[in-house]
């Protein structure tokens, strides 16, 4: 199992990014999947989930109306578009697979969000 995250950036406040997971070694369509992230000085936090199928997901309060959790299962790549980005978004974004606990990470991919 391999997920590998790409697409963070430096951005000023207002733009967009999306960031993406690229999947190996098994199925999006088999297990949930989340974004957490962790900002500077702060524990992880989940910011936003998507189940099995793709038909239910969570998105914690400050991410509400702004991201967009999706995936491609085609493409074996999970996504998160991010707009309207603050300052406090700023943060190491990691993907990662629901069995039970989130027993496999990508490596992080860096959002900073300057005012």
């Known amino acids: 199992v391999q997920l590998v995250e790409s697409g963070g950036g430096m951005v000023q406040s207002g733009g967009s990014l999306r960031l993406s997971c690229a999947a190996s070694g098994f199925s999006l369509s088999s297990n949930d999947m989340v974004w957490v992230r962790q900002g500077p000085g702060k524990g992880p936090e989940l910011v936003s989930r998507?189940?099995?199928?793709?038909?239910?997901?969570y998105y914690v309060d400050a991410a509400k109306g702004r991201f967009s959790i999706s995936k491609d299962v085609a493409k074996n790549t999970l996504y998160l578009q991010m707009n309207s980005l603050k300052p406090e978004d700023t943060g190491l974004y990691y993907c990662a697979r629901v069995f039970g606990l989130y027993d496999y990470w990508g490596q992080g991919t860096q959002v900073t969000v300057s005012s």
């Open positions: 998507i189940s099995s199928g793709g038909a239910r997901t």
